[in-house]
């Protein structure tokens, strides 16, 4: 699998500005945290058969995507939903640590604040933060995709915004500088929005064709009529091409399915479609 890696004009002066603060431990232990939060989505992702290869480092943090779109909603809530989680599950972990090794609390302090703010940044209903994916997987459910990426686009705007006022507000009193970071954040968010920020899916057939060429198995595999789509990707190898032979209840064979089919297959029926219900 090929991976890009590149750098946000923007994020340049950014890091500039951090350093010049003497903040570099603080930036270093978020690039950190985020770095861990986007390796889970792409370990769900990639469990999914999705190909999130591309990592821009953004004013706002790191972004991880692909080209084309989703075949499954309910996908791309499971991968959104996977970088928050991970971030709740490390700041449990560590703070289950300071009960056991009461020492290592100064250590990991910062750590867990980080995974705690970036837990409960993501779940803004903004594009592209996860909770904006998952508000997109539901809107789109009920409009066309782009009009929900510009109804999102529209509340990121206002809660930036009430963030910013909030800010201000405090400034009559104690200036809370942390809501003047949170709302240019959730700005920025918006603002350089990544458009193809959506996921690929695996081209089976495509990513083995050089494989040919130094000889490839071929094997056949017996699955029930009534696993999904979902879970029949789930069976693919990469060292292999597959025929599936999708049994009935009494083992009678209804059909096959070979791998190379796959790929069309998902683009027509959602993720949860039962072999039975492809092949009747």
């Not at 789930?234 to 060292?239: A, G, K, L, S, W």
Request: hydrophobic share 50%.
């Amino acid at each position: 699998m090929k991976f890009s890696f590149s750098i946000h004009p923007i994020f340049v002066l950014f890091l500039f500005v951090i350093v010049m603060q003497g903040l570099f431990d603080v930036l270093l232990v978020y690039l950190i945290t985020i770095l861990l939060h986007e390796f889970a989505h792409f370990l769900v992702a990639r469990k999914l058969g999705y190909n999130l290869n591309r990592f821009t480092l953004m004013p706002h943090g790191i972004s991880l995507s692909g080209e084309n779109e989703l075949f499954s909603k309910r996908d791309e809530v499971l991968i959104a939903i996977a970088g928050p989680i991970c971030n709740l599950c490390l700041a449990i972990l560590s703070i289950a640590f300071w009960w056991i090794f009461p020492s290592t609390y100064s250590v990991t302090n910062l750590f867990v604040v980080s995974n705690l703010c970036t837990f409960f940044v993501n779940l803004f209903p903004i594009f592209p933060l996860d909770g904006g994916r998952v508000a997109l997987a539901i809107l789109s459910k009920k409009t066309q995709r782009k009009h929900a990426l510009k109804i999102l686009k529209s509340i990121g705007l206002v809660v930036s915004i009430l963030i910013l006022l909030a800010f201000v507000l405090t400034t009559f009193f104690s200036a809370n500088f942390s809501l003047l970071v949170l709302g240019l954040f959730c700005f920025m968010t918006v603002l350089w929005e990544d458009k193809t920020s959506v996921y690929q899916k695996t081209t089976f057939f495509l990513s083995k064709k050089h494989a040919l060429k130094r000889g490839i198995v071929v094997r056949e595999v017996a699955v029930d009529e009534d696993m999904t789509l979902y879970k029949l990707l789930n069976q693919i190898r990469p060292d292999s091409l597959t025929n599936f032979k999708v049994l009935k209840k009494d083992l009678s064979v209804l059909g096959t399915i070979k791998e190379n089919q796959i790929e069309k297959l998902i683009q027509i029926y959602p993720a949860s479609t039962t072999l039975k219900i492809i092949l009747s």
